[in-house]
């Protein structure tokens, strides 16, 4: 319990960060300079004003300086991203899983809310991301089947961590090339675009943490909710749907968060279907 307590103050404060992230990546600003400082009045904000959840509710939502109001993302972003560091300690233990899917997980957590409000996944989060899951596959093994099914010849030759690697791999580019090919379609015969190039960044860096199994059941759970979710957004407050751009990333930033944490359960439950 003491690891998990950690673990969610270390989630606070990595929210904190992901706030930053969230607001400065998509105006091109460096996340390290300047210091944190009120978007309205300019002035820096003082280590006291910037405690995670604490100080948003110390300073009532409000800048000290020019009584701006704090959005409510603020403490959201901070409060999501330590339950998720907790549950994922409470559930693994500490260690490089746990540390892998809490990396996972706070990515995703950035990439909910820069898609929400901007409607932007910035490069950092998801072609870093590919690249940092890559990298991790040979220190923490990719829970999958596909490659090792293709590969089976090779099981006594190869150091299973390449498997692993290879598992990384298979998910980053099938599902990617899979959501890119029907971007390329439904712009050709629509005549807009339907998903931006973000939207399939984004699939690359979270099949290359999860592998090819979780990263399409990814996909189908984000397709489905944001169908769902977004024709009754539509219908209730009666946007024009040829003009309204839905922000596809943040459905599969929720769906990737949930397979990160229950999605081995769903594809085992599933397999005994079969």
């Not at 978007?39 to 100080?55: F, T």
Request: charged fraction near 15%; aromatic fraction near 12%.
């Amino acid at each position: 319990m003491l690891e998990a307590l950690l673990a969610f103050a270390f989630g606070l404060l990595i929210g904190s960060f992901l706030n930053v992230c969230i607001y400065r990546l998509p105006r091109d600003l460096s996340v390290v300079r300047p210091r944190s400082h009120c978007p309205e009045c300019e002035k820096q904000i003082a280590w006291y004003d910037n405690i995670p959840l604490v100080s948003y509710v110390r300073l009532k939502a409000r800048c000290r300086h020019c009584g701006a109001r704090i959005p409510w993302r603020y403490p959201a972003v901070e409060l999501i991203t330590g339950l998720l560091f907790f549950v994922i300690v409470i559930a693994l233990g500490p260690g490089l899983m746990a540390v892998k899917l809490c990396l996972f997980c706070a990515l995703l957590v950035g990439m909910l809310f820069t898609d929400l409000e901007e409607r932007i996944l910035p490069d950092e989060f998801t072609l870093g991301g590919t690249v940092v899951g890559l990298a991790l596959a040979w220190f923490v093994p990719v829970k999958d089947i596909v490659a090792h099914a293709i590969l089976f010849r090779y099981a006594k030759v190869w150091d299973p961590r390449w498997f692993s690697v290879a598992e990384s791999v298979a998910g980053a580019a099938i599902p990617t090339l899979i959501l890119w090919a029907v971007a390329v379609l439904f712009e050709k015969f629509r005549g807009k675009e339907g998903l931006g190039l973000g939207d399939v960044k984004m699939m690359a860096m979270m099949g290359a943490f999860l592998g090819l199994r979780a990263s399409l059941l990814i996909l189908i759970l984000g397709a489905l909710s944001g169908s769902l979710i977004g024709y009754t957004y539509l219908k209730v407050t009666k946007q024009d749907p040829n003009s309204y751009q839905l922000p596809f990333g943040t459905f599969l930033a929720a769906a990737g968060i949930f397979v990160a944490l229950e999605g081995e359960k769903v594809i085992t439950w599933y397999a005994s279907l079969l």
